[in-house]
Nanobody, 127 residues
Framework: QVQLVESGGGLVQAGGSLRLSCAAS????????MGWFRQAPGKEREFVAA????????LYADSVKGRFTISRDNAKNTVYLQMNSLKPEDTAVYYC????????????????????WGQGTQVTVSS
């Protein structure tokens, strides 16, 4: 089982930027697609972005496309989420997760395909 630890959240004004990191333990990190999700108060957890093991293919939710960038450094067992032009509606707890299963090429990828989760990091964007 892999352990995931997110960091980098905080309070930022609208229009600002944050960079989230997710450090993974375990030697199998490089074999898996990794994803970022978020959950705002009173809402369901939603897909934000995903990146394949090689880093050559990425996927984004429409709401963050063009503002957020997912990347990974397999040598450091770390996946990142660079968030620019932040909006108040981006306020949420952000989670990284490992895609341990592949149920198909549906968009967005089913949350049930992700089998390991971090504890989350709070991102608050003030207006």
């Amino acid at each position: 089982q892999v352990q995931l630890v997110e960091s980098g959240g905080g309070l930022v004004q609208a229009g600002g930027s944050l960079r989230l990191s997710c450090a993974a333990s375990g030697r199998t990190f490089t074999s898996y697609t990794m994803g970022w999700f978020r959950q705002a108060p009173g809402k369901e957890r939603e897909f934000v972005a995903a990146i394949r093991w090689s880093g050559g293919s990425t996927l984004y939710a429409d709401s963050v496309k063009g503002r957020f960038t997912i990347s990974r450094d397999n040598a450091k067992n770390t996946v990142y989420l660079q968030m620019n032009s932040l909006k108040p509606e981006d306020t949420a707890v952000y989670y990284c997760a490992r895609r341990g299963a592949y149920s198909g090429s549906n968009y967005p990828p089913p949350i049930t395909d992700f089998d390991s989760w971090g504890q989350g990091t709070q991102v608050t964007v003030s207006s």
